[in-house]
Every structure is written in structure tokens, then in C-alpha cells.
């Protein structure tokens, strides 16, 4: 079973700069060949697909709607992926999820974590 | 980019009733749908994937349908914990992936 655990909830200041953790474990599960995408939930609205990762060569992929203002990385070494932000603004409040998956459907989350920007 | 709209945006049925979400693609995804189940304060579920098989541990009331443009994701019959909010998403020649708008299904 394939386990994603995200840090927790964050509150920061317009202009700040962020780093959310995924930590994947489990057994039969490859952190090196899976991808790791990312998820973005809005307060009160849906699912945003944003970028995902191939942790195997760092190679990614960007949602024209997120590319330059995010970025994702991954560190193999410790089965652990990254979604940051150089420059918070107030609407990048949201919850972020991520996911662990071989095909184009998302069949592994993370518990979510709630970033919150507010000054 | 290929946009998803699902139909009715709320649906208000009784438990035990048979219900239908719709999912309608604005071109041909073949079969690379896929439905996910979101209850409040948790994350998203993956219900279905190829457009009609379901998940690991998913009951056998849930069933998908559809192919192309045209896709629908049908509970026999609600069950108390069946109340959330749907979402379809396709990955037909993925990257990007996107998801519909939801469906959210509550008690009438």
C-alpha cells in the first residue's frame, strides 16, 4: 500500500517564500518509478491539476495555469517530492494535494496540505 | 486544452435511489476517464478509471459508462456514505490533466 505523507498546514505573508514536503512510502511502491503530481483546491471549489514529476530524472511537466509561478522537485535519496513558491500572493491560499501514479489517473493522495497567505 | 463539464452541478436524492452523473468532453478522450469521490474535509478517491472499471475496494454499485464525449457514472443504489462530491477528469493524451467542475450529490 502506497502511503503519501505531506507536511503540515503553513500560514504566511503576501511576498513570502514557501516549501511543501510529500513523502511517499509502502511497500511494492517505487517513488523512483512513479510520477508525483500535484493538486490545487481552492477554497469551496474543485480539483486544479497543476505539474507533475518523474523522481527518476527530476523531468517535469507544468499546467500552462501554473507554469512560472510554482515549481516541483523531487529527491529520490528520500523518497520525497516538493511544491514551492518564491513569491506567496493571497490567492495561492488553497489545499494542496499530491498523488503518486503510473497512468493518468490519480490513484494514491496525500492527506492535503492547507496553505494559507494572508497579511 | 480539452475542458470537462459535468451535469447537474447538485443532485438531491434519497438513499437508496439510483443516480447518474453526467461528464461531457469537448473532444473525444476514448476511454481515459476517470470518476473520483471527494466527502467534505478529505481528499479526493479515485472511483473509477478506463471509464468503467472500478477501483481497488470501490463497492459494486458504483458502475462507469460512456466513451468518446459522452460519459456517466451511476450508483444504483445511495448508500449514507455515498453523499460527496463527484469529479471526472480525463488523461487522454496527458500531459496536462484536467477535471470537471463536480457534481455534488446530497441528501434530499
Known amino acids: 500500500e502506497v502511503q503519501l505523507v505531506q507536511s503540515g498546514a503553513e500560514v504566511k505573508k503576501p511576498g513570502e517564500s514557501l516549501r511543501i514536503s510529500c513523502k511517499g512510502s509502502g511497500s511494492g511502491y517505487s517513488f523512483s518509478t512513479s510520477w508525483i503530481s500535484w493538486v490545487r483546491q481552492m477554497p469551496g471549489k474543485g480539483l486544479e491539476w497543476m505539474a507533475r514529476i518523474a523522481p527518476s530524472d527530476s523531468y517535469t511537466y507544468y499546467s500552462p495555469s501554473f507554469q512560472g509561478h510554482v515549481t516541483i522537485s523531487a529527491d529520490k535519496s528520500i523518497t520525497t517530492a516538493y511544491l514551492q513558491w518564491s513569491s506567496l500572493k493571497a490567492s495561492d491560499t488553497a489545499m494542496y494535494y499530491c498523488c503518486a501514479h503510473t497512468s493518468g489517473y490519480l490513484v494514491n493522495w496525500g492527506q492535503g496540505t492547507l496553505v494559507t497567505v494572508s497579511s | 486544452e480539452i475542458v470537462l463539464t459535468q451535469s447537474p452541478a447538485t443532485l438531491s436524492v434519497s438513499p437508496g435511489e439510483r443516480v447518474t452523473l453526467s461528464c461531457r468532453a469537448s473532444q473525444s478522450v476514448s476511454s481515459h476517464l476517470a470518476w473520483y469521490q471527494q466527502k467534505p474535509g478529505q481528499a479526493p478517491r479515485l472511483v473509477i478509471y478506463?471509464?468503467?472499471t472500478r477501483a481497488t475496494g470501490i463497492p459494486a454499485r458504483f458502475s462507469g459508462s460512456g466513451s468518446g464525449t459522452e460519459f456517466a457514472l451511476t450508483i444504483s443504489s445511495l448508500q449514507s456514505e455515498d453523499f460527496a462530491v463527484y469529479y471526472c477528469?480525463?488523461?487522454?493524451?496527458?500531459?496536462?490533466?484536467?477535471f470537471g467542475g463536480g457534481t455534488k450529490v446530497e441528501i434530499k
Open positions: 478506463g471509464a468503467s
Open positions: 477528469q480525463h488523461y487522454n493524451n496527458w500531459p496536462p490533466l484536467t
